[in-house]
């Protein structure tokens, strides 16, 4: 079982940006593929970015060309840069290895002025 421990999230205010870190447990990360993921109350999961264990990068479109996830597989960690934030991306950021269905607790991201 991985565990999966997310850090970063914060109050920011519109236009600010964050940088959100998942840690992963355990020795295979290099081979997880991993996604970013956010719900905000009322709302559905979804999936706001993922990354392959080779490097390859999908987003969704609401965050096309303001967020960026990266991986460092030296420190078992995948990032999440958000920029630009804007008041809907307010959500609870959860991280998840793909294959495996593991999911961490998730961090709070409030956008606000």
């Known amino acids: 079982q991985v565990q999966l421990v997310e850090s970063g999230g914060g109050l920011v205010q519109p236009g600010g940006s964050l940088r959100l870190s998942c840690a992963a447990s355990?020795?295979?990360?290099?081979?997880?593929?991993m996604g970013w993921y956010r719900q905000a109350p009322g709302k559905q999961r979804e999936l706001v970015a993922r990354?392959?264990?080779?490097?390859?990068?999908i987003y969704a479109d609401s965050v096309k060309g303001r967020f960026t996830i990266s991986r460092d597989n030296a420190k078992n960690t995948v990032y999440l840069q958000m920029n630009s934030l804007k008041p809907e991306d307010t959500a609870v950021y959860i991280c998840?290895?793909?294959?495996?269905?593991?999911w961490g607790q998730g961090t709070q991201v409030t956008v606000s002025s």
């Open positions: 998840r290895t793909l294959q495996y269905n593991n």
């Open positions: 355990g020795s295979f990360f290099s081979i997880y593929d």
């Open positions: 990354i392959t264990s080779g490097g390859v990068t």
